[in-house]
């Protein structure tokens, strides 16, 4: 049986995870979040491709190549395009791989502007305010729920 593969994007500043604001986003990296989720997805037995971007377009770009690659689910943090790119969006409903948005704070306790998705409505599967644990619970779900079989 073919292995599940997962590609897990993040998006704006989060290539700076760690270093400041530990209050809000904790002291871990990007790369030990990588790092762990890589395990993980061992453990899983799934495939996991890694993406950081702070560009907008190239998010976009590799959100189309997931469909060429017949990627199964797609992890997306989106950052702050969270609340302001349909590009972003457009892509993911282009591509029609099932996804779950996710949040390292819970943007619902945060500034209003943060209150809104561009992206939850149409999402599997939405975790907020885990901190990076919520990494590992959405490989969890992923790799195991038959919505991304
Ligand atoms: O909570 C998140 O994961 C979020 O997606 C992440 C965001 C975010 C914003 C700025 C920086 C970072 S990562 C960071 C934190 C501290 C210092 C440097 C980078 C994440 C926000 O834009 C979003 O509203 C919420």
């Known amino acids: 049986m073919t292995r599940r593969s ?3 994007i993040n998006g704006p500043n989060l290539n700076l995870l760690g270093t400041r604001e530990p209050q809000i986003y904790g002291h871990e990296s990007l790369a030990d979040v990588v790092a762990l989720a ?4 061992e453990r899983l037995d ?5 993406f950081q971007s702070n560009h907008e377009g190239a998010i ?9 690659e017949g ?9 702050a395009y969270t609340h302001t790119s349909v590009a ?13 948005e996710l949040h390292v704070s819970n943007v619902h306790a945060r500034e209003p ?3 809104h998705s561009y992206f ?5 599967a939405i975790i907020v305010g885990f901190g990076v644990k919520g990494y590992e619970y959405a490989l969890d779900f992923v790799a195991t729920s038959p919505k991304f079989a």
């Open 88 to 100: 972003i969006r457009d892509a993911l409903l282009g591509v029609e791989i099932p996804f779950i």
């Open 6 to 8: 997962i590609v897990l």
């Open 113 to 115: 502007f943060r209150h």
């Open 120 to 124: 939850s409505d149409k999402a599997v």
């Open 60 to 68: 976009v770009d590799r959100i189309q190549q997931a469909r060429e």
């Open 71 to 79: 990627v199964n689910g797609i992890i997306i943090n989106p950052g």
């Open 38 to 41: 890589k395990q993980n997805a």
């Open 46 to 50: 799934v495939k996991l491709y890694d």
